[in-house]
């Protein structure tokens, strides 16, 4: 005991502090590496092309938090994507709403959505939370195609105005548009980085890691499940309600169950469980399904081996891997 | 010793846990004192565990009842006992193993806070937190670790993470489920003193099956078999006690360690 006691404090405290700066540091430098990149983009690469790929990153991220950070596996997140979309892209057509009420509106749903649907499937875990997710997300499915009134059925919500940010500034530029949604982009980025390392942050990874032994701590586990599903939905929704006016399109696509294992991939490629990993897979998958489009089906197949490799070769995604290799949290 | 104006943090009446067609508990009467080390003995199968479950509320008992404090716990959530002071441990070192060594003591000093919602904050508001949790840190020998992933720690440090973990909550009782299982004669010994020492103002009750540990720890001993209470009293007076010597030796486990 006496040696216990006798043990050199300061020199442990100095060691915690100065990693934890240094990963500071390092996540600075990336996060404006990549505002950089994101702002000389559109001079280079195909302006809708990077606010696709920003949209998807973006939905990719609100997973990531739910399931890297949260510990809860989602199978049916294309629901608040989908569901905002169509919100989003009927208020900008149907009530004339600007650009950014519609995109608010979407998320505001979404956020709703997920606060019933969450509240239904925190009560079981594991394979069962996935199930109801996935069960909840169908019905979601079903009511779009049945209300063809409201979502515009096998058409989908076509021909969406762009719209004039403020009701002042035209977005029908794509230029205009791009920075609105790099904004977007970045804030979600920077909202979902201070979420993970929040106090709140905190909670949800020891609940992640060991839950029961977080409930042994007082702290009331499901209430921070349903929080961050919530949080998680509504983000997914900002994502789905941008993309309907980027693409001034809102379909079935964006509901079906194909976009939730979409978003799993993207995150699993990228990197589960790590801050920038979800652009990442984001990029590459996104990159595959425009630059393979000639292959047609063959899209599919060619995702489905790049899966296998990823989850046979690093397991941890291609920001997993580099987060191992450089020994720092990314 | 009866009769004396006796304080009782913890008493459970007639508690009883039936699985389907099996009772692992049966009519348990259980009082521990306030300020004594109380051990929980018996051989393997005596519902030691699941009576520790039905005290930590991770279970709920088909019968009876269990107050604390003079408050009726039997249907509270296990969450809402921690932060009435009843702390457990596990039996399986639980810790987070992704955090650090700093930030699993942290997490429950961190409980200080009341509820943690604030999203928007960011975590160096709990940097406030990190001189004390680096102490319990130190005090349970883990400082050289600190900055290490809990998982990466061996078994015998992961236990004294725990405890850390447990103390930082400064909980009025703790409970811990077996605390020197699996754990190196050396370890034993930083425990035991680390437990003898945080036991100044609190009440602990363990589950343990290292006898020489509850020898020289236990103010009291229940000894359970087959889910019942078997004898009752302190070390000297439980061992001796004939049906607690054939309920071990009947068991085939004899005086383990």
Same mark, same amino acid.
């Given at each position: 005991m006496a040696d216990a006691l006798s043990a050199d404090v300061p020199a442990g405290g100095l060691a915690v502090t100065e990693t934890t700066k240094g990963t500071e540091r390092?996540?600075?430098? /990336?996060? /404006?590496?990549?505002?950089?990149?994101?702002?000389?983009? !559109?001079?280079?690469?195909?302006?809708?092309?990077?606010?696709?790929?920003?949209? %998807?990153?973006?939905?990719?991220?609100a997973f990531n938090l739910l399931l890297g950070y949260g510990g809860l596996l989602s199978f049916g997140h294309a629901a608040y994507f989908g569901m905002a979309s169509y919100v989003s892209a009927y208020t900008a057509k149907n009530w004339g709403l600007t650009p950014?009420?519609?995109?608010?509106? &979407?998320?505001? /749903?979404?956020?709703?959505? +997920?606060?019933?649907? &969450?509240?239904?499937?925190?009560?079981?875990?594991?394979?069962?939370?996935?199930?109801?997710?996935?069960?909840?997300?169908?019905?979601?499915?079903?009511?779009?195609?049945?209300?063809?009134? %409201?979502?515009? +059925?096998? #058409?989908?919500?076509? *021909?969406? !105005?762009? &719209?004039? =940010? %403020? &009701?002042?500034?035209?977005?029908?530029? #794509?230029?205009?548009?791009?920075?609105?949604v790099a904004v977007i982009f970045m804030a979600g980025l920077?909202?979902?980085?201070?979420?993970?390392?929040?106090?709140?942050?905190?909670?949800?990874?020891?609940?992640?890691?060991? @839950?029961?032994?977080?409930?042994?701590?007082g702290y009331r586990a499901n209430r921070y499940k349903l929080a961050v599903f919530v949080l998680s939905a509504a983000l997914a929704g900002l994502a789905g309600s941008t993309k309907a006016i980027v693409f001034q399109l809102a379909s079935l696509t964006d509901v079906h169950w194909s976009m939730s294992g979409e978003v799993v991939l993207m995150t699993l490629v990228g990197g589960l469980g790590t801050v920038f990993g979800p652009i990442v897979g984001a990029l590459v998958i996104v990159s595959m399904q425009n630059y393979l489009a000639s292959l047609g089906a063959w899209v599919t197949v060619v995702q489905g081996v790049i899966f296998v490799i990823c989850v046979m070769l690093f397991r941890e995604g291609i920001v997993g891997v580099i987060s191992r290799a450089i020994k720092r949290p990314l | 010793m009866r009769g004396m104006s006796e304080d009782i943090i913890l008493s459970t009446s007639g508690l009883t846990k039936e699985f389907a067609g099996f009772t692992a508990v049966n009519g348990v009467d259980l009082k521990v004192r306030r300020g004594s080390i109380h051990a929980l003995i018996g051989?393997?199968?005596?519902?030691?565990?699941?009576?520790?479950? =039905?005290?930590?509320?991770?279970?709920?008992?088909?019968?009876?009842?269990?107050?604390?404090? +003079?408050?009726?716990?039997?249907?509270?959530?296990?969450? @809402?006992?921690?932060?009435?002071?009843?702390?457990?441990? %596990?039996? /399986? *070192?639980?810790?987070?193993?992704?955090?650090?060594?700093?930030?699993?003591?942290r997490i429950a000093l961190q409980r200080k806070r009341g509820d943690s919602f604030d999203f928007w904050?960011?975590?160096?508001?709990?940097? *406030? =937190?990190?001189?004390?949790?680096?102490?319990?840190?130190?005090?349970?020998?883990?400082?050289?670790?600190?900055?290490?992933?809990?998982?990466?720690?061996?078994?015998?440090?992961?236990?004294?993470?725990?405890?850390?973990?447990?103390?930082?909550? #400064?909980? @009025?009782?703790?409970?811990? #489920?077996?605390?020197?299982? +699996?754990?190196?004669?050396?370890?034993?010994?930083?425990?035991?003193?680390?437990?003898?020492?945080? *036991?100044a103002n609190r009440t602990i009750l363990m589950v343990e099956h290292n006898l020489s540990v509850v020898a020289s720890l236990s103010d009291r001993i229940t000894v359970l078999a087959r889910g019942q209470v078997l004898a009752e009293g302190d070390y000297a007076t439980v061992s001796k006690d004939p049906r607690v010597v054939e309920a071990y030796i009947g068991s085939g486990v004899g005086h383990a360690h």
């Amino acid at each position: 005991m006496a040696d216990a006691l006798s043990a050199d404090v300061p020199a442990g405290g100095l060691a915690v502090t100065e990693t934890t700066k240094g990963t500071e540091r390092l996540h600075r430098a /990336i996060f /404006i590496g990549l505002a950089v990149l994101v702002a000389v983009a !559109p001079f280079v690469a195909y302006p809708v092309f990077v606010m696709k790929v920003m949209c %998807f990153a973006l939905f990719a991220l609100a997973f990531n938090l739910l399931l890297g950070y949260g510990g809860l596996l989602s199978f049916g997140h294309a629901a608040y994507f989908g569901m905002a979309s169509y919100v989003s892209a009927y208020t900008a057509k149907n009530w004339g709403l600007t650009p950014e009420l519609a995109i608010l509106s &979407g998320t505001l /749903i979404a956020g709703l959505l +997920g606060a019933v649907f &969450g509240s239904l499937a925190i009560r079981r875990q594991g394979i069962y939370f996935a199930m109801i997710t996935l069960a909840l997300a169908q019905m979601v499915f079903f009511f779009s195609l049945q209300t063809p009134r %409201f979502t515009g +059925g096998e #058409d989908g919500i076509q *021909s969406v !105005p762009r &719209g004039k =940010l %403020f &009701g002042l500034i035209s977005l029908a530029d #794509d230029k205009a548009l791009y920075y609105v949604v790099a904004v977007i982009f970045m804030a979600g980025l920077l909202l979902i980085y201070r979420i993970i390392h929040s106090p709140f942050g905190q909670v949800c990874k020891a609940i992640r890691d060991n @839950e029961p032994r977080a409930i042994s701590l007082g702290y009331r586990a499901n209430r921070y499940k349903l929080a961050v599903f919530v949080l998680s939905a509504a983000l997914a929704g900002l994502a789905g309600s941008t993309k309907a006016i980027v693409f001034q399109l809102a379909s079935l696509t964006d509901v079906h169950w194909s976009m939730s294992g979409e978003v799993v991939l993207m995150t699993l490629v990228g990197g589960l469980g790590t801050v920038f990993g979800p652009i990442v897979g984001a990029l590459v998958i996104v990159s595959m399904q425009n630059y393979l489009a000639s292959l047609g089906a063959w899209v599919t197949v060619v995702q489905g081996v790049i899966f296998v490799i990823c989850v046979m070769l690093f397991r941890e995604g291609i920001v997993g891997v580099i987060s191992r290799a450089i020994k720092r949290p990314l | 010793m009866r009769g004396m104006s006796e304080d009782i943090i913890l008493s459970t009446s007639g508690l009883t846990k039936e699985f389907a067609g099996f009772t692992a508990v049966n009519g348990v009467d259980l009082k521990v004192r306030r300020g004594s080390i109380h051990a929980l003995i018996g051989p393997n199968g005596a519902g030691k565990t699941t009576c520790f479950n =039905l005290l930590t509320k991770f279970l709920a008992p088909t019968k009876g009842s269990i107050v604390y404090n +003079g408050q009726d716990i039997t249907r509270q959530k296990p969450a @809402e006992i921690a932060r009435l002071g009843l702390v457990r441990s %596990f039996q /399986i *070192s639980a810790v987070f193993p992704q955090l650090s060594v700093m930030k699993n003591v942290r997490i429950a000093l961190q409980r200080k806070r009341g509820d943690s919602f604030d999203f928007w904050r960011s975590e160096d508001v709990l940097k *406030s =937190l990190d001189a004390e949790a680096l102490r319990l840190v130190e005090a349970v020998g883990l400082s050289t670790f600190a900055d290490l992933p809990a998982g990466e720690l061996s078994y015998g440090r992961k236990r004294a993470l725990e405890i850390a973990t447990t103390l930082a909550l #400064d909980p @009025e009782m703790l409970l811990l #489920d077996e605390p020197m299982a +699996g754990m190196g004669r050396e370890d034993v010994e930083r425990i035991e003193a680390l437990i003898r020492k945080v *036991s100044a103002n609190r009440t602990i009750l363990m589950v343990e099956h290292n006898l020489s540990v509850v020898a020289s720890l236990s103010d009291r001993i229940t000894v359970l078999a087959r889910g019942q209470v078997l004898a009752e009293g302190d070390y000297a007076t439980v061992s001796k006690d004939p049906r607690v010597v054939e309920a071990y030796i009947g068991s085939g486990v004899g005086h383990a360690h």
